[in-house]
């Protein structure tokens, strides 16, 4: 293994022990989020939230619904000071991004896995339809990661007690409001950002198909993958460039910001 090879893993690794030691932030969100996700899909009537329900679609959309949250989105002000350190180390600062977003992928891509396949039993779905489940749900929702990223570089916040949060209530604007509607934005955020990476994909299914809720031949879905595929790893290398230049250019700001625990 190459030295760079051994610094990205070590670089997993202490992100794996960092999320599994308390408040446990990221392994509670994945689960809370696909908790909910499932409830929507089996309790609540088909065309509230999902408007495609088959085998292959399920995994992928509680894939989606698991990063949607505050993992994917608040990468510096959940990790202050290793992250304020690396802000003006471009090499390191990629290193750590990738580090959250395999270890997020850890989290979320192997249950997900686990669905797919006992789930495509259980509908008898076919071997082709189930590889191409499995290869879309390993590659194309970690796409959005890196862009997802864009948002914590922004505008990140310090992930702080809700006593505390109340202790601090009269600086309503940064400690409350801030506070929320950064908690809250990823929802919207993160399906969003899947929905302009995929949106050519999706443009060149409806030329092909005339209607974007079509059930796709076997065919079709390995076509579909292969594009998509593309447009995630341009998402994938875009995303954590910008990630990373965004950063460079707020170095001061943002090390003032991460270094005051009570800024909300």
């Known amino acids: ?9 070590s670089a997993v690794r202490r992100e794996w022990r960092r999320v599994w030691t308390p408040p446990y932030e990221a392994p509670l969100v994945v689960l809370v989020n696909g908790l909910l996700m ?31 949250d505050v993992p994917a989105t608040n990468v510096l002000g959940s990790d202050p000071s290793r992250m304020a350190a690396a802000l003006d180390r ?48 390993v590659l194309l929702p970690p796409a959005t990661l890196g862009i997802a990223a864009w948002l914590g570089i922004l505008w990140p916040y310090h992930p702080m007690a809700l006593a505390l949060r109340w202790q ?21 955020v993160v399906p969003a950002i899947a929905g302009l990476i995929y949106a050519p994909v999706a443009l060149l299914w409806y030329v092909h198909s005339g209607n974007f809720w079509s059930t796709p031949s076997e065919s079709e879905l390995v076509a579909l993958l ?35 625990e009570l800024a909300g």
């Open 168 to 188: 601090e209530r009269r600086r309503f604007r940064p400690i409350i409001a801030r506070w929320a509607t950064l908690v809250l934005l990823p929802y919207v």
């Open 226 to 260: 292969a594009s998509g595929t593309l447009m995630a790893v341009l998402a994938w290398a875009g995303g954590h460039a910008v990630a990373v230049r965004l950063a460079g250019r707020r170095v001061a700001g943002l090390r003032a910001y991460l270094g005051d």
């Open 38 to 68: 499932t409830g929507a899909w089996f309790l609540l009537p088909p065309d509230w939230f999902f408007r495609v329900h088959t085998a292959w679609a399920f995994p992928l959309v509680l894939a989606v619904w698991m990063l949607a």
């Open 90 to 137: 471009p090499k390191e600062l990629r290193r750590l991004l990738v580090a959250k977003n395999v270890v997020l992928w850890l989290l979320v891509v192997p249950v997900c896995a686990v669905v797919t396949v006992v789930d495509s039993a259980a509908t008898q779905a076919s071997a082709v339809t189930t590889t191409v489940s499995l290869g879309a749900l």
């Open 1 to 9: 293994m190459t030295s760079s090879g051994y610094v990205a893993l």
